[in-house]
């Protein structure tokens, strides 16, 4: 069998292409010498010493045709970097400012809903703490008259089973209000969920969290682990495993 060559130069003129700027690509893929083992390596399985032959010579030169396309592709993109980075640049400042309104946004509205959180346990606490301060009133001013009475009317009316104590103080129902979990504005809204994260449990090192936590995760593999917590996992040795508030635009 003849060996298998390539000129991996490109010629002024010939072939065709979709578009020009890919035409030296384009004359790489259509040089004889590729036209004429593109179907044969299609069809080829290897059987004996000829068909190995080839299929080691063939791919040698397609590993070089490869290597080709990759210059090219190289040398297309070369009169854009300049403008791409210089894009890139731009809109990478832009971004990182933007990112730091959002990330200040959602700090400051979390940090208004756990103090609304915390207003409306302290609420509760407060309404619960006056219901049981009138229950004891009630009981108190019930006991004093019926002593009152007994000591009136004598032994003879001592079953007090029949004396209704006076009702005791109402106090107004008061819902403690929690924080809404979604806010509209005319230009649009914030709605606050809860996703399931993760963190180093406290008080323990990386290094000390890796003797406790499964060999699948012994890397900290930030995304396997991530995946796993959302897929349902909820009892990772090592770590710890909660709901963090994250705030979706409407």
Same mark, same amino acid.
């Given at each position: 069998?003849?060996?298998?060559?390539?000129?991996?130069?490109?010629?002024?003129?010939?072939?065709?292409?979709?578009?020009?700027?890919?035409?030296?690509?384009?004359?790489?893929?259509?040089?004889?010498?590729?036209?004429?083992?593109?179907?044969?390596?299609?069809?080829?399985?290897?059987?004996?010493?000829?068909?190995?032959?080839?299929?080691?010579?063939?791919?040698?030169?397609?590993?070089?045709?490869?290597?080709?396309?990759?210059?090219?592709?190289?040398?297309?993109?070369?009169?854009?970097?300049?403008?791409?980075?210089?894009?890139?640049?731009?809109?990478?400042?832009?971004?990182?400012?933007?990112?730091?309104?959002?990330?200040?946004?959602?700090?400051?509205?979390?940090?208004?809903?756990?103090?609304?959180?915390? #207003?409306?346990?302290?609420?509760?606490?407060?309404?619960?703490?006056?219901?049981?301060?009138?229950?004891?009133?009630?009981?108190?001013?019930?006991?004093?008259?019926?002593?009152?009475?007994?000591?009136?009317?004598?032994?003879?009316?001592?079953?007090?089973?029949?004396?209704?104590?006076?009702?005791?103080?109402?106090?107004?129902?008061?819902? #403690?209000?929690?924080?809404?979990?979604?806010?509209?504005?005319?230009? +649009? +809204?914030?709605?606050?969920?809860?996703?399931?994260?993760?963190?180093?449990?406290? +008080?323990?090192?990386?290094?000390?969290?890796?003797?406790?936590?499964?060999?699948?995760?012994?890397?900290?593999?930030?995304?396997?682990?991530?995946?796993?917590?959302?897929?349902?996992?909820?009892?990772?040795?090592?770590?710890?495993?909660?709901?963090?508030?994250?705030?979706?635009?409407?």
């Amino acid at each position: 069998m003849s060996k298998i060559t390539m000129d991996l130069t490109i010629p002024e003129e010939g072939g065709a292409a979709t578009e020009p700027r890919f035409l030296p690509a384009q004359q790489l893929l259509e040089r004889p010498e590729i036209t004429a083992i593109q179907g044969k390596i299609d069809r080829l399985t290897i059987y004996t010493q000829e068909e190995r032959m080839f299929a080691v010579e063939s791919r040698t030169l397609v590993s070089k045709l490869g290597k080709a396309l990759e210059a090219k592709r190289k040398e297309a993109l070369a009169p854009h970097k300049k403008e791409t980075d210089a894009i890139n640049a731009w809109f990478k400042e832009r971004t990182e400012k933007v990112d730091r309104w959002l990330e200040h946004l959602d700090r400051e509205l979390s940090a208004d809903r756990r103090r609304q959180e915390e #207003a409306a346990r302290k609420q509760r606490e407060e309404q619960e703490a006056a219901e049981r301060k009138a229950q004891e009133e009630a009981r108190a001013k019930a006991a004093e008259a019926a002593a009152s009475i007994e000591e009136d009317l004598g032994a003879s009316f001592s079953n007090l089973d029949a004396v209704m104590p006076p009702e005791a103080p109402r106090t107004p129902d008061v819902v #403690a209000q929690e924080p809404a979990k979604t806010i509209r504005t005319a230009s +649009g +809204g914030v709605s606050v969920r809860k996703n399931w994260t993760w963190e180093i449990q406290e +008080g323990l090192t990386e290094e000390q969290a890796l003797a406790l936590i499964p060999v699948a995760f012994h890397s900290i593999n930030r995304g396997e682990i991530t995946r796993a917590v959302q897929s349902g996992s909820r009892d990772i040795p090592g770590l710890h495993i909660y709901q963090k508030e994250v705030n979706a635009d409407l």
